[in-house]
């Protein structure tokens, strides 16, 4: 079955850094693209981030353009995202997500708190 794990959230202090990961497993990766979204509390989730099967096509939010930077590495089934320069703002729950098939799949979450 589909799994999506992903990791590396924490907290963090305006303008540090993180990088996300999500590891995929029970479809063909490298033939997918791949998404990051977001959901902070009281929002609705939102779209951070896309990458194409094999990274030729990339999008981002205006809210994380210039600050964010989504790659993957198919040899591993990893998806990534290098989020600098942090602001508040950014506080959320990170998904990945992932739609083989035409179904949605998402993973647990990895929770990402920016505060001094």
């Known amino acids: 079955q589909v799994q999506l794990v992903e990791s590396g959230g924490g907290l963090v202090q305006p303008g540090g850094s993180l990088r996300l990961s999500c590891a995929a497993s029970g479809f063909t990766f490298s033939t997918y693209s791949m998404k990051w979204y977001r959901q902070a509390p009281g929002k609705e989730r939102e779209w951070v981030a896309s990458?194409?099967?094999?990274?030729?096509?990339?999008n981002y939010a205006n809210s994380v353009k210039g600050r964010f930077t989504i790659s993957r590495d198919n040899a591993k089934n990893t998806v990534y995202l290098q989020m600098n320069n942090l602001k508040p703002e950014d506080t959320a729950v990170y998904f990945c997500?992932?739609?083989?098939?035409?179904?949605?799949?998402w993973g647990q979450g990895t929770q990402v708190t920016v505060s001094s």
């Open positions: 990458i194409s099967p094999v990274g030729i096509t990339i």
């Open positions: 997500n992932a739609r083989p098939w035409g179904d949605d799949y």
